[in-house]
Nanobody, 123 residues
Framework: QVQLVESGGGLVQAGDSLRLSCVASVRPFISYSMGWFRQAPGKHREFVAAISWSGRDSTYADSVKGRFTMSRDNPKMTVYLQMNSLKPEDTARYYC????????????????WGPGTQVTVSS
């Protein structure tokens, strides 16, 4: 059973920062690209960020580029999403997902395994 446990969400004001964490149980952890996706009620699921197995490569949605930074700590089997300068449009439930090891990431093949963590940004 693959388990991904997201944490770090909360209710913040525009301009604030949050750091999301995702602890994974999948092994071998380094055999996967990892990604963050988000979905708000009534909206399509959207890609946020992805990182390669080594952590050397990452890519971001245009809407978060320059504000969000994804990283991974393979020995700890944990990925992070540092979210700065948060905007109300960032409000969504954020999901940590696994994807194929290939790069560039095959986003359509990423899968969510956890409950996500809610991020709400007020103005």
């Amino acid at each position: 059973q693959v388990q991904l446990v997201e944490s770090g969400g909360g209710l913040v004001q525009a301009g604030d920062s949050l750091r999301l964490s995702c602890v994974a149980s999948v092994r071998p952890f380094i055999s996967y690209s990892m990604g963050w996706f988000r979905q708000a009620p009534g909206k399509h699921r959207e890609f946020v960020a992805a990182i390669s197995w080594s952590g050397r490569d990452s890519t971001y949605a245009d809407s978060v580029k320059g504000r969000f930074t994804m990283s991974r700590d393979n020995p700890k089997m944990t990925v992070y999403l540092q979210m700065n300068s948060l905007k109300p449009e960032d409000t969504a439930r954020y999901y940590c997902e696994t994807g194929p090891i290939v790069w560039p990431p095959q986003l359509e093949k990423f899968q969510s395994w956890g409950p996500g963590t809610q991020v709400t940004v007020s103005s």
